[in-house]
Every structure is written in C-alpha cells, then in structure tokens.
C-alpha cells in the first residue's frame, strides 16, 4: 500500500503487558469496571502481532475515554462523542495503523449516535470497544441511552420514560462486520473477546457491561452474581451449540413455526442437543445474529456474551487506497506540470 | 477603430460586460461559461459572475427561478464581472423584470420574443407586454429574436421532442453573441461535439442551433455592426481559466505534490463550498485522499486524525459548517496539530442565502470558538489567488503546528478568472518534517510540548518508535503534554498559544499602499471586494482625488505595518458585504481609528459605480 507511513519491516518485539503501560496511574473510582477493561488491553496486546507504535487508541469524553492517557501507545483524547470520526481520517489515511476507539454508551451512542452509525457501516478497520455503564459517569449520574426504562438519576428524578438502546443489535443494524459482548468481570472472556476483535479487519463493535460502583452499581449483578450466572449468560462459542444453565442442560432452538428462538430444555419432549442452534457467528446473512442480540431485551431469556457477528468485506480503506494506487498507476500520472495547466489552456506572448 | 467587413462595421471595444438571464432550467449557466471559454482563448482578461437561486428547478417562468451569467472581458485588466451589463440577454419575462434595472441606459437588450406569451408575462406579473413599451425602445437598443421559432426551424425534421428542441434554445443565444463579438466558431463547435459525445444526436442539434444563430446575427439586418474586443495585456504566459473553488482544491493537491505527503481533505457538502471536495475527488493521483464525512463534525474531526497520523490534512466548509466545526477548532488549537480549515462564506446567519455571497463569517473565524483560542485567518482576494491562498495556508499550518483558517466567499468560489499557470520553481518551497529523535533529557525522552525558540513544539506521528504521546483536549502540561490542571500551568500555555500565533506575523508580507502614502482617505478592503475596490480606487486616482487602497490578506495576525498606514491618512474607509465587521475589528486593533463604513448585504459584490461615489461624498 503506498501510504506516507513507514512500513514494518523488522521482526516485532517480544511484548509484555507492561511494555503497554504508559507509567500514568488510572484515576478511575476504586472498584470501577475499566480497571479490568484496561487489565485485559494491556494483557491482549502483547498477543496481537502489532508493534507498539503502530497501535493508536482514540476516545471521546467520559471516564472511559481516559483510556488513552494510560496506555504507552500513540493516542488521543478527543471531544464527547467524535472518537469516529478522528480515527477514521486517522484509518483512511494510514490504513497500516492497528486503531482502536474507546468510548462510553453516553459518548458512542448519545451525542456520538451519527458518529457510531457511520463508522460501523463504513466497515473501516477499527475497534470500538464501548464500556457500557447505563450511566454518565463523568457528569456524575444522568440516564444515558442503554438505562432501563424508568430509570432513577439525578436527571430523571421521577424516572426515565426513555426506552434503551440495544447496543448490539444497533451496531448490527448499522453494518458492523464484528459485533461481541463482553463483561467486566469475566476477564479471561474478556481477552479472548479482544484477542478476536484485535484480528478481525472491519468495522469492531465490543460492548463491555461495565459496572460503575459509584453512580449506577449493580448493573450487571443479574447477570454476574455467581448464584445467577449459569442461568442469566449465554456463551456463544463458534461452532458449539448455544447451551446454558446448571449443568448445560438449556439451549436455544428456532421455533420455525414463529421464527423465533426459544428456550428448550435437553431431555424434555424429546429435545435432544441436535435441536440446539449451532452458533456461526460467520454467518453471511446478519438474521440470526439480530435475534441472538435482541434476547437481552426478552423475559426469560438469558443474555449472550462472546461475538454476535464476524464477517469478512472489503474495507474502506483498502478501497479507497486501492482507488488512489490505480490513478497513480496510470501513465504520466501525478506531474506537477500537468496538475498545474490541466487541459484548456491558452498562451498569452 | 471601426473597420468594414462585407457587410457589417467592426467595432473595436475595450471592455463589455454581458448578463445572460433566464430560466434555471435555460442553460445560462453553461451559456455564460462557453463564450467565457470563447473569450478566455481570445486572450482577454475577464471575471464571471454566476448568480443562480437556490432551488434546483424553481418553477418554469416564475421570478425567483431566475438564473443569471454576468462576464466581464477586455482588452485590460478586467477586477470584476462589472457593475452594469451593456449587454443583457434575456430569455423570458421573468429574466427580464428581475435584471432591466441593472441595464446600462443606451445598452443592448437581446429579448427571446418567443418567450413572452400570455402566461409567462402572468408569471412574471406583467400587466402587459413590456416589449410594447416605448419606453423600452428609447432607453435601450432592443433586438426582438424569436429564439423559439427559429430554434424549433433549425431543428425541424431531427425527430427530436419539443421538450428537447425547447432545450436547445441558449445555443442560439450562444451562437448569436459568438457573431456579435466575432470570436471562432470552430472551438466552440468542437466543445459541442466533447460536451455531447455520449449523446451524438444532441450534439449535432445544439451545433445547428449554435450555427442558427450565428447566421442570424449575419442576415438579419437587426445589427448595424459587429464587435471586437481585442487580446489584453495579460503578462506573457500559458493561462487557463478557475473558479475560486476550483483554484483552492487545485492548491491543496498542488502542496500534496510538492511536499510528496498525502494531502486529506475531511468534509461534508454544503453550498458553496461543495466543488472543493469534488474538485479533490479527481486528484487522487496526486497525493490526495478525500473523505466525505457524515457531517461537518466529523469532516473536521477525521482531518485533525489524519493530521495526527502526519497528513496535511483541510476541511472546508461554509457558513453554518464552520458554526458546526467550532469546538473541533478548539482541539486542533489545543492540540497544536496544523490543519487548514476553508470557509466559504454565504449570506446567513443560519441557512439565509446559500447561493449568495457575503463577507459575514469574519468575527465567527477570528473569535468563534470557546476559550482562549486563536489562529491565523487569511483571506482570498480573487478566484485564481485561492489557488496561492490555500499553499500559504497549508505552509502556515505545519511551519507554524496551528489550524488556520481560510475564509473565501461565495463569490470567488463560483465566479473565474484567467489563472497564469506558474512554473513549479515559482511555487513556494514546502518541507514537511516530523520528529523522529526523542528530544529531551540527551535524547532518552521525548516532549511533545518541548517548543523551539518561535514556540513551535514537535510533530511526531504514529509508527515513530520510542515518540508514543498522547494529544487531546484537556490542558496539557507546558512541557510532556500531560494532562495538567494546574492554573499557573494553564495560563502559561494559553498566553504561549497566542504568543506563537502572533509569532506567525514573521511570514505576513506588510501591506502595500496603492496610491500615495498618505493622503485624504484611504480604502480598507479583505477578502473577494478586492476588485471592487482596487477599481474604485483606481476611478478616484484618476479623477484627481486623494485616495489610496490597501487590502488585507492577513486578518489574524495583521501586518505589521498596518497601524502606520492607518495612522497617515486623515480617514480610514472600509467597505464591506456585512454590517461592518472588518470596521469592528480595527477599531478594537487600533484605538482611535475609527473607520467609515460603505456595507452591502444584499448578495451581491459591491459595485465600483457606488462605492466610488459613497467615497466621493466622504471626501
Ligand atoms: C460537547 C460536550 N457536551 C457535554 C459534555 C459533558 N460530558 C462529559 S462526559 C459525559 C457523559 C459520559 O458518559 P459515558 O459516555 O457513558 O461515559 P462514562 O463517564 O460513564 O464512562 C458528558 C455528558 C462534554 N464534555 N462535551
Ligand atoms: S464514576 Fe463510575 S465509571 Fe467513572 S470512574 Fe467512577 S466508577 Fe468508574
């Protein structure tokens, strides 16, 4: 690719995770969610085959998108809820460049919505890992758009009569070629999630249910309270089929009849593992990973963590590159002389 | 001079000005920009004028759908499309009412009669038909031609539709002008044949037409004579011919190749400052990547990536664009990363008048921004030196590590000018370095903020290693670039910011005085009234009055000569199309001077004929 990037020649470093850590202590609350977030970066990356100053980490506003000062890459705080657009122009122009973009669920999906949508369906390489705490953290508790519906806040005093966003089945909507989800607490999840996001090429969506102790705690313990857990997660492992509960003895199976997906029990009216939906989350055709997204919403469903969608396409950089090498591969391309007179020109002796 | 030809005398003229007025749907807009073309090979100097309504196809016939093509062209130095046409072509009713005013008593009045039925003089709310006027007959030379009929004659037996014949009608106008000012017709006829190749049929109907006509200017007795406006003295050279906006884009790319680095423009359409990123679509080839973003926000905001990734990177806009793009300048102010940021100015404020032209947006590009942050602001003086604008912008913005912005205007985005093509040794040299080396402690650590002795601090971009830093909004510590919110530390790099912008006045030229040094009064102008009132200046000159002309390209930082020359003439003039904001300015710059304003905001450029009178009554 002819970029006016340099390109990586020289065998990569061995990495460890501190070689990540930029020396800045984190300044989040005690206890918050993107400690662990940070953990599992900076644990990942060593593992990604990309040399350290080739990775940019790009935020927006919010405690989340301190992520960069911490980290020992190039990066850039930017403006609440523009993240996408910086990394893009950044992308487009140095596709070579590993990009991630860390942002909150006030900053992608509020003020930065349009920003979200677009660079998903754009399918450029980069990675959007949003740390989903159903708060304004950094404000300091105001309803953002994933917390439930009559949600308390110091904003929404008699409750929100906001319905919320679905952050998945947004990303999916918009075009993402890689949608996961992943929680705080479940850290070697967490990495291999990343580990994954990290290889894709394309358009990265990764939801991280993060808990914020101090403005919205306890967001999650439906989901990561050991005594629920079995019950309340669906892991989604390619090729395996979507089992869960005590034991892996529930799955989901589609109800042709409805075309829906329902929950079913192994060894009742005759439901054997051959009737539970296999996951492919490579799956060209984006149906079923909408309904794998839409089950957080439904009552007595559990919800699916792992990855959604994983899906190859050209990208937009490579188009685009590809596009400026073939008009510079033309004959007499890119003379200063010919750009300068162009065709209709006359002479004055 | 007058010579005889078979037929018809042959006048020779210095300057004329033209307005073809019609329908949006009639093709002025390409009738105007082909006898440019015509006069542009001709070897006269000339700047054009489009004026069109903001609707695409505005009802047939109605008066707001009005579209208009004024040029100027002559045999000297031609500064604006013209004050007053001495020729106005009018295609129907409409046109007609909307544009007689602006006739030049005694001019010629070239009227498609065939237009003028009973419902288009309704929709032009004629009560009657002002070609029976005898008023009309005395105050101008009239020529009556059925462009109509002898189109539909000219194509009669082609199977074309009479939607289509209709169509065709401006090639007669075209042909007609091309007669009346004896220019070749073999270019024009071999433009035909390029413009239409795809459509064959078309393209040998608008060549009748064209030819049609031209004959008729010939045969039909309604001319006693032909014109000839001879080759100016345009200094020697290969020209071509540039709209503003045209000018800025081929700028940009000109710095992509002279730098060798990837030039990215960020940007969302708007009117008009659109043609920038389409004319910089088609540079691919040269160095340049353009990115059409999902709004202005993200037009500016995927520059200032690209620009921390080492691009030279510009996003341009107008008006309620730029309103949009105001908190992303303020991180490319903090963040000291060079970005040049073009806005082409339109009558608002909001939407007000896209299609028109103003010069309101200065106070928003000096002052707009939240916080203490400034840049350096340059203004284009015409079409073609948008061209030379946007290289100092961009040789500003990464010398200088700052955003810049660079204001033109819907009038010298649309209008064109002959541009002298230069030699690539008269172009300015451009380098463009990064930091590779840690520049800090003997070299064990690198600063972002380590400044050199003119307060520039370092460009290090991603894929550098042992240089990882971080850039972002908040307050950075005067040395590591850490954030930092230490008061003392902030008020440091807030007053170091602006020392470096104003350090920036090492690279703008002092302003030169046209016309005495000092004197009675002098003319204050900025931006596109350059040829305004550079030629109202020179009207004054030579009608004996006191009075001189300086123009800025600088509007932040000023030159530095500029209090001295304010402070030697007995009064200081400024007119402007805004209410006076350039006037504001100098007031708050230099105390006690306190200019006298001449301000139209009407859409259009400003008038030689008026402004040199305002200043007459001045003096
Ligand atoms: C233009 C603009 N509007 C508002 C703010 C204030 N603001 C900062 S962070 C934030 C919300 C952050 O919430 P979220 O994205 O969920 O991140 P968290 O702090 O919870 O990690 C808001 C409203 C701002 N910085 N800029
Ligand atoms: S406010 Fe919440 S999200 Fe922010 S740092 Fe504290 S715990 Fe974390």
Redesign the pocket.
């Known amino acids: 690719m002819s970029t006016n990037g340099q390109t990586v020649t020289a065998a990569l470093p061995v990495y460890t995770k501190k070689d990540f850590e930029s020396g800045v202590d984190p300044r989040w609350c005690p206890g918050c969610g993107?400690y662990s977030i940070i953990n599992q970066i900076q644990k990942t990356l060593p593992s990604v085959g990309v040399k350290r100053e080739n990775i940019v980490f790009v935020s927006?506003?919010?405690?989340?998108?301190r992520f960069p000062y911490y980290m020992n890459n190039y990066g850039m705080h930017t403006?609440?809820?523009r993240a996408p657009s910086f990394a893009s122009g950044l992308k487009v122009s140095r596709p070579e460049l590993q990009v991630w973009i860390m942002?909150?669920?006030?900053?992608?999906?509020?003020?930065?919505g349009n920003h979200f949508i677009h660079a998903m369906r754009r399918n450029l390489d980069m990675k959007l890992v949003m740390?989903?705490?159903?708060?304004?953290?950094?404000?300091k508790g105001?309803v953002?758009p994933?917390s439930e519906l009559h949600k308390k806040t110091k904003s929404t005093p008699d409750g929100s009569p906001d319905y919320p966003f679905n952050p998945p089945l947004l990303a999916l909507g918009a075009g993402a070629t890689f949608v996961a989800r992943a929680i705080d607490v479940e850290g070697v999840h967490m990495g291999g999630v990343l580990k994954a996001a990290a290889e894709h090429k394309g358009s990265t969506f990764v939801e991280v249910f993060?808990n914020?102790p101090v403005?919205n705690d306890g967001a999650y313990t439906f989901i990561t309270e050991k005594a629920n857990k079995a019950e309340a997660q669906l892991r989604m492992e390619q090729g395996k089929p979507l089992l869960f509960g005590k034991d892996n003895k529930k799955g989901i199976r589609i109800d042709h009849q409805r075309g829906e997906l329902e929950v079913v029990v192994l060894g009742e009216n005759g439901v054997t593992e051959k009737d539970i939906l296999v996951h492919d989350a490579t799956r060209e055709d984006p149906t079923i990973a909408f309904m794998l997204a839409g089950l957080a919403d439904k009552a007595g469903f559990p919800t699916p963590i792992g990855v959604f969608r994983n899906v190859q396409k050209p990208t937009c950089e490579e188009m685009t590159w590809e596009m400026i090498d073939a008009a510079k591969a033309k004959p007499g391309a890119g003379q200063l002389t010919k750009l300068l007179a162009g065709n209709d020109t006359w002479t004055i002796k | 001079m007058s010579t005889q030809t078979a037929k018809h005398k042959v006048e020779q003229v210095e300057t004329v000005t033209i307005r073809f007025v019609g329908d949006s749907g009639d093709g002025m807009q390409l009738t105007g920009t082909e006898f440019t073309k015509a006069n542009a090979l001709a070897g006269n100097d000339l700047a054009t004028f489009p004026d069109y309504p903001a609707e695409i196809r505005a009802p047939a016939g109605s008066l707001f759908g009005v579209s208009g093509f004024q040029l100027s062209f002559g045999a000297n130095e031609v500064l604006t499309p013209g004050d007053q046409p001495d020729v106005l072509v009018a295609m129907n009713p409409a046109a007609l009412k909307t544009n007689l005013a602006d006739l030049r008593h005694g001019g010629m009045l070239i009227v498609n009669a065939g237009a003028f039925t009973e419902s288009n003089l309704e929709k032009a709310n004629y009560k009657s038909n002002p070609l029976e006027d005898p008023a009309l007959q005395s105050n101008y030379r009239v020529v009556l031609v059925d462009m109509n009929k002898l189109t539909e004659a000219a194509l009669e037996g082609t199977g074309l539709s009479s939607k289509e014949v209709a169509r065709c009608k401006n090639f007669f106008a075209l042909g007609l002008m091309y007669w009346l000012y004896s220019r070749p017709i073999d270019p024009q006829l071999a433009s035909i044949k390029r413009k239409f190749a795809k459509k064959p049929e078309f393209a040998e109907a608008n060549a009748k037409v064209f030819m049609a006509g031209h004959v008729f200017g010939e045969t039909s007795e309604l001319f006693h004579e032909r014109y000839q406006v001879p080759a100016s003295k345009l200094a020697p050279g290969t020209y071509r011919n540039v709209t503003g906006n045209f000018a800025t884009a081929l700028g940009f790319a000109t710095v992509a190749q002279l730098t060798g680095r990837t030039v990215f423009l960020g940007s969302y359409p708007i009117t008009p400052a659109t043609e920038i990123l389409q004319e910089m679509a088609k540079f691919k080839e040269y160095g340049v990547v353009t990115y059409q973003a999902e709004d202005e926000i993200a037009g500016i905001g995927s520059a200032i990536g690209a620009a921390f990734g080492g691009a030279l990177a510009c996003t341009s806009t107008s008006g309620p664009g730029l309103a949009l793009k105001s908190?992303m300048m303020g991180l490319a102010v903090i963040t000291e990363l060079p970005l040049v940021i073009v806005d082409v100015q339109r009558g608002g404020p909001s939407t007000g008048m896209p299609t028109k032209t103003e010069q309101a947006d200065l106070l928003q590009a000096l002052f707009g921004r939240h916080g203490e942050s400034p840049m350096p602001v340059i203004a284009a003086q015409s079409a073609a030196d948008c061209f030379w604008a946007a290289i100092e912008a961009m040789k500003i913005a990464t010398k200088w590590m700052t955003p810049v912005l660079l204001l033109t205007d819907g009038y010298l985005a649309n209008g064109s000018e002959p541009f002298r093509v230069p030699s690539p040794d008269e172009l300015p040299k451009l380098t463009v370095k990064y930091q590779t080396e840690k520049n800090y402690a003997n070299g064990t650590q690198y600063m972002p903020y380590l400044r050199d002795a003119k307060l520039i601090r370092p460009w290090a971009i991603p894929g550098t290693a042992g240089l990882e830093h971080r850039v972002g909004g908040l307050e950075k510590d005067a040395l590591s670039g850490m954030v930092s919110y230490d008061g003392n530390n902030h008020e440091k790099m807030v007053l170091t910011r602006a020392q470096k912008v104003r350090n920036v006045v090492e690279d703008v030229p002092d302003v030169e005085v046209f016309g005495e040094k000092r004197g009675e009064l002098l003319l204050v102008s900025w931006g596109g009234t350059f040829g305004s009132v550079r030629g109202a200046a020179e009207a004054l000159q030579a009608a004996g009055k006191k009075v001189s002309h300086v123009h800025l390209r600088w509007l932040n930082p000023l030159p530095k000569n500029l209090g001295e020359v304010l402070g030697s003439f007995k009064k200081v003039f400024v007119p402007e199309v805004n209410g006076g904001q350039l006037a504001f300015y100098l007031r708050g710059m230099y105390p006690g001077v306190d200019p006298l304003q001449y301000n139209r905001i009407n859409g259009k450029p400003i008038k030689i004929h008026d402004l040199v009178a305002k200043v007459s009554e001045a003096l």
Do not use: V, W
């Open positions: 993107d927006g506003i919010g405690c989340s998108s403006l609440h809820g942002t909150g669920d006030g900053d992608a999906l509020a003020i930065g740390f989903n705490n159903r708060i304004y953290g950094l404000t105001q953002s994933t993060q914020c403005f | 908190e």
